[in-house]
């Protein structure tokens, strides 16, 4: 049967007369058999990426392009006069991730199944996700985002593992959602929960009893931590994972007849940074149990683990007070106790490396660094500051544990589903072959001459700009013109990735058009990302951008040139439709603070041209495409870091300097902005980049309104833009993450 055919039979009725809800169904359900009629990938060898995020995003689409029926289903429901997006829109979206950390762990399935290697994940089923955010009186709120439904891709099984807390013990439950390769592969997420987690706790907002752990374990992921309660609770979801995730592990080798002995010729454990370090005291304490002394338990989980390190900002290297440990995994305690001991006797001269520190703080990274026979960073520039920086008394000590693994992204969600024109163009310039093998996509390079493929690739641009502006009409009901420059920061709220100055820019725009000058070409500027709940700055960030919006665009003086749009609950869906339809990927974080970036890739990969800091893997896509490629701008890495060193940055010298920083601070607290904002919000907000700034903004922020005003100028010229935009998509084969997987099996797992 075709897929027609067996698409009608599922329906029990002809295509055109069905609903669109009636063929997400069906198509989920053939779908379903036909993954379940591919074998797992196996091997001698096996690798668990534990994970406290994937953002997977939604699974209909991705699984029609790896089982390469996507434009087959595509051509039909349009032959019925429907579109796929429409169906796909009735798969609720999971947000089992934050950002970046997690959306890549989804990426690394994909290239994991795809790449025929023998890996599974395993995670947590959160009830409610992260949170979604809604928009009242220009503020964030957070409410649940139930996604877990009847028809969704996550299926229950009948595996459970006794999960110890204290003196008493649960029982997990495993759920699964398979995760398909391209053409081959297949392999498992594999996430836990609880059968007697109450979603009804949950009341006004995002609160709850946080204390009842057999109803509150998974509802939330990131649940807040600001008392001890919500410290303990994270310390329980911590634990569940990994001990669901060592047990799984312990079994399936047994299952296999694998000694255990041998555990590191068979296992591979990767530590998606620190939220699942507590997989190394579970994993001895299991090898224990089994019969192994503690020294050669510790030396067989070093030569298992791997460890990922995402982040320099010191807030989020977790430590763990001993006696929240030992409240929740007292039988844990013992083992972290001889680890550290171990470790400290090694290298007793330097309490930088110690485990436990004075004050009687577990450290989870340094847990990872001692006990992990890899080390990794997720961007050249972030491994050398790990190296020569923040971890260097380790690197000092195991300098060959360190390697970089530049991050990567998914080509077939993030070209191949999410703008299946510009695929369709690539594949008629140069054919298929670099969807297994990315780098030949600079082979489009042969056309960067040709006035007919740089048209071509502008026209695509502009039908994803115009399918967008219907998006956006349609779903957050904000006009926006195709016909302007779309300049894009979607990623979380924080103050080092510099919304706020964003927002200072667009501030100076609006004064500058208020004066009668305009821009070179109207701009939209357009921003999503979710704030943690109890980061009050990036909260008042969102006001700020919220209040902005709707002053400017309600006022048709201004609104002729500039726009701006802040999306609401920002999510993996919305970035497929966003990112395809920019021309500016605003990447303008405080160099030497953004890890890697991801976003930063996809981007690049759909055409738009980045203005960014040298930061992270900015540094690698201006390495790759060029300095005439790519807009940069600020202070570098080495600057950034002796500033904070010598406490030589001081923000309010800046806005005394410079009359057009202050005209752009003072604004916050204009007028016409206490008549839509709240002062208080504002005023905070005024006063901390004026007398804070703890990430710069005011220091990179006169040489960003300049290098954007180049920027737009540079989009009129038409023929110079569109050849930008062809290298960008033409060097942006590294960054597959097919590639970064090779090399993390290449180098760490060797699967
Ligand atoms: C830490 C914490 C600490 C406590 C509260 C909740 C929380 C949530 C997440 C984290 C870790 C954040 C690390 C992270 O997301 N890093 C991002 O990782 C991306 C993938 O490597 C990378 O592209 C981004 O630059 C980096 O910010």
């Known amino acids: 049967m075709n897929i027609e055919e067996k698409l009608t039979v599922k329906l029990g009725k002809p295509i055109a007369s069905a609903s669109d809800e009636e063929i997400y169904i069906a198509l989920n359900s053939i779908v379903k058999e036909q993954i379940a009629a591919r074998e797992l990938t196996g091997g001698n060898k096996k690798l668990y990426y534990i994970s406290a995020e994937f953002l997977t995003g939604r699974q209909l689409g991705r699984n029609l392009v790896n089982l390469q029926i996507f434009h087959e289903v595509l051509a039909l429901l349009r032959k019925y006069g429907k579109d796929l997006k429409d169906v796909e829109e009735y798969e609720p979206e999971p947000s089992l991730g934050n950002g970046g950390l997690g959306r890549l762990a989804a990426c690394f399935m994909d290239s994991i199944a795809s790449l025929n290697l023998n890996g599974d994940g395993v995670g947590l089923r959160y009830h409610f996700g992260l949170f979604k955010q809604e928009f009242r009186n220009h503020c964030q709120y957070e409410v649940p985002d139930r996604w877990i439904s009847e028809n969704s891709f996550v299926t229950k099984t009948d595996v459970s593992f006794p999960v110890q807390f204290g003196n008493r013990t649960v029982h997990s439950r495993m759920y699964d959602l398979d995760v398909i390769g391209f053409e081959k592969g297949h392999s498992k997420l594999h996430l836990f929960d609880l059968d007697t987690i109450d979603e009804s706790i949950v009341k006004d907002g995002i609160n709850f009893d946080k204390k009842d752990i057999d109803k509150n374990l998974t509802l939330f992921l990131y649940p807040d931590d600001s008392d001890k309660d919500g410290q303990l609770l994270r310390i329980y979801q911590q634990y569940f994972m990994v001990s669901n995730a060592a047990q799984l592990i312990i079994k399936e080798q047994k299952d296999l007849g694998h000694d255990l002995h041998h555990l590191a010729d068979h296992v591979a454990v990767q530590i998606n940074d620190t939220h699942p370090s507590l997989i190394i005291p579970e994993l001895i304490r299991l090898l224990i149990q089994e019969g192994f002394s503690f020294r050669e338990a510790a030396d067989i989980v070093t030569g298992v683990c791997g460890y990922t390190n995402h982040t320099i900002l010191a807030e989020a290297l977790e430590k763990w007070p001993m006696s929240y440990l030992n409240e929740v995994v007292p039988h844990l305690m013992p083992i972290i106790g001889g680890l550290d001991y171990a470790a400290v006797c090694a290298h007793h001269d330097n309490h930088e490396l110690n485990i436990i520190d004075r004050e009687g703080k577990v450290h989870m990274a340094r847990m990872d660094m001692h006990y992990s026979h890899s080390i990794n960073g997720v961007a050249a520039l972030h491994t050398s500051i790990l190296q020569h920086q923040e971890l260097r008394p380790f690197y000092e000590i195991k300098p060959e544990r360190f390697n970089n693994k530049t991050n990567g992204i998914t080509f077939r969600r993030w070209l191949m589903h999410s703008n299946p024109e510009l695929t369709k163009y690539i594949i008629d310039m140069i054919g298929t072959n670099w969807m297994n093998n990315p780098s030949e996509l600079e082979r489009i390079m042969y056309f960067h001459n040709d006035e007919n493929t740089l048209n071509d690739i502008a026209e695509i641009k502009h039908t994803k700009k115009q399918q967008a502006a219907h998006y956006l009409k349609e779903k957050e009901g ?8 779309f300049s894009i920061q979607v990623k979380r709220m924080h103050e080092y990735k510099r919304q706020q100055m964003n927002a200072l820019y667009i501030i100076f725009e609006y004064l500058r058009i208020k004066s009668g000058i305009y821009p070179a070409a109207p701009v939209t500027i357009i921003f999503g990302g979710k704030a943690a709940p109890a980061y009050t700055m990036a909260k008042n960030v969102i006001h700020l951008i919220l209040c902005l919006q709707e002053l400017i665009n309600n006022d048709p003086e201004v609104s002729k040139y500039l726009r701006v749009v802040m999306l609401q609950n920002y999510n993996v869906s919305k970035a497929e439709v966003i990112i395809p339809a920019a021309d500016i990927s605003e990447q303008i974080s405080l160099a030497s603070k953004e890890a890697s970036g991801t976003g930063n890739m996809k981007f690049m990969l759909n055409g738009a ?24 701008f600020g202070r570098s890495s080495d600057d950034v870091i002796n500033l904070y060193n010598t406490n030589g940055y001081h ?46 903004t005011l220091l990179d922020l006169e040489d960003y309104c300049n290098v954007k005003e180049t920027v737009y100028f540079d989009y009129l010229n038409r023929p110079k833009w569109t050849r930008m935009m062809l290298v960008n998509i033409a060097r942006s084969g590294f960054f597959s993450s097919d590639r970064t997987i090779r090399e993390y099996n290449r180098d760490i797992w060797h699967l």
């Open 651 to 696: 923000a309010i010298d800046y806005y005394n300097r410079s009359e057009s920083i202050r005209r752009c601070v003072d604004f916050i607290t204009s007028p016409e902005l206490l008549r839509i904002g709240n002062e208080e919000m504002l005023k905070s907000l005024q006063d901390n980049l004026k007398h804070k700034d703890w990430f710069m």
């Open 478 to 485: 904000v006009i926006v013109d195709p016909d302007s420059i």
């Open 609 to 632: 041209v980045t203005l960014g800091t040298n930061d992270g893997a900015n540094v690698e896509i201006r390495d790759l495409v060029g300095w005439e490629n790519i807009y940069t």
